[in-house]
């Protein structure tokens, strides 16, 4: 009877364990980032979205980053595989593939949040966009971009005129576009090789955008910098899932992941551009880099390189099926809606 009973007990003992351990199991949403580890994206944009998800599935599904699971140009690919289940992808990495994409990119002369763009970016995608089926293979959780990408050269620049011939650092997309425009030879190096590029003189400056001041030490080697409002450009980013995750995973937590993606994910991203462009600034001026705003006289001439340069894009891309004068009205109309909400701020987690 002795020997019955604590069998019993032990039965009981260990079905209450695997219960507790069932309850308490994790799906886990492995996140491949190729920023480095102080880059806003690894210390405010994941810890976030992790909180985010983990509050909506009740501790259900977490995220675990996972750095240097291959460079940047691979991402698509990294995800698409199931290596990861998830990353950030930046667009005009893969040239040829994305072209609905550049729709952010254009200058548009006028002054708005990264935030803000985002969330309009993000609408747009889904409504307009997503039709041309560039990101197969892949979910898009998030569409993002950068802040307004300036012009940072060596030598002081006060005019479009004084960046012919030289030779500036650019990444594909429309940036591209403006810097055949402007007469200027195009240099393809990473972010994180212009430092050494503009010291050793390979480059003369470089198109970044405004955080690259601090994260990519750009103050140092090439502290003038020429701007206009809006930026030269933005830059596209997306956030991607593999589609056979959600198989792991309840139909609840799908919906529960999704509620917290889509526009707040978007924002998110946005939001740490912003951040990041504001910290980049301060540090510049800091260590004496200058700021010129270009001439009014100059912004016209951006104004027709910019008309030449969305025809040519409208052309391309409705070839894949998009109205590109719809979809960038919509766009706009996105983002004075955008400006209007309520922002991020307050719900972001910083590491």
């Known amino acids: 009877m002795k020997i019955t009973n604590r069998l019993m007990i032990g039965a009981v003992a260990a079905f209450g364990v695997s ?30 979205w992790k ?66 763009a985002a969330a309009a970016y993000w609408h747009t995608h889904q409504e307009h966009l997503a039709q041309a089926n560039e990101h197969r293979g892949v979910d898009v959780l998030a569409m993002g971009v950068h802040g307004p990408g300036q012009i940072f050269t060596r030598s002081q620049v006060d005019s479009l005129d004084d960046l012919r011939g030289k030779r500036l650092r650019v ?7 403006l810097a055949d425009a402007m007469g200027v030879t195009g240099v393809a190096v990473p972010p994180t090789g212009v430092y050494e590029a503009a010291s050793q003189g390979v480059v003369d400056g470089a198109m970044l955008t405004l955080e690259s001041l601090r994260s ?25 899932m593999n589609p056979l995750f959600w198989d792991q995973i309840s139909p609840e937590d799908r919906e529960a992941i999704e509620s917290v993606s889509g526009e707040h994910l978007s924002r998110l991203f946005g939001y740490m551009m912003d951040v990041s462009d504001e910290s980049g600034v301060e540090f ?13 006289e100059d912004i016209e001439k951006l104004r027709g390189v910019t008309e030449e340069l969305i025809a040519n894009w409208s052309s391309d891309v409705a070839d894949r099926g998009i109205d590109a004068e719809t979809a960038l009205e919509h766009f706009r109309e996105q983002l004075a809606l955008a400006a209007e909400s309520e922002g991020i701020a307050d719900r972001v987690v910083r590491q």
């Open 216 to 240: 990519f030490r750009v103050a140092e080697v090439a502290p003038h910098t020429l701007t206009v409002d809006g930026g030269f450009y933005r830059g596209s980013f997306a956030i991607v």
């Open 51 to 116: 909180a985010w998800i983990e509050e909506a599935t009740e501790g259900r599904v977490t995220v675990e980053v996972v750095h240097d699971m291959g460079p940047p140009a691979a991402q698509m690919e990294i995800v698409a595989d199931g290596i990861a289940d998830a990353s950030w992808i930046f667009h005009a990495h893969m040239a040829g593939r994305f072209l609905a994409t550049q729709l952010p990119e254009f200058p548009t002369f006028e002054e708005f949040s990264s935030e803000d």
């Open 171 to 177: 990444g594909g997309g429309v940036m591209s576009g």
């Open 284 to 296: 510049g001026k800091e260590r004496g880099a200058t700021f010129t705003e270009v001439s009014e």
């Open 19 to 48: 219960l507790g351990a069932a309850a308490q199991a994790q799906e886990t949403i492995t996140v491949s980032t190729w920023g480095g580890p102080n880059h806003g994206v690894n210390t405010i944009v994941w810890p976030t």
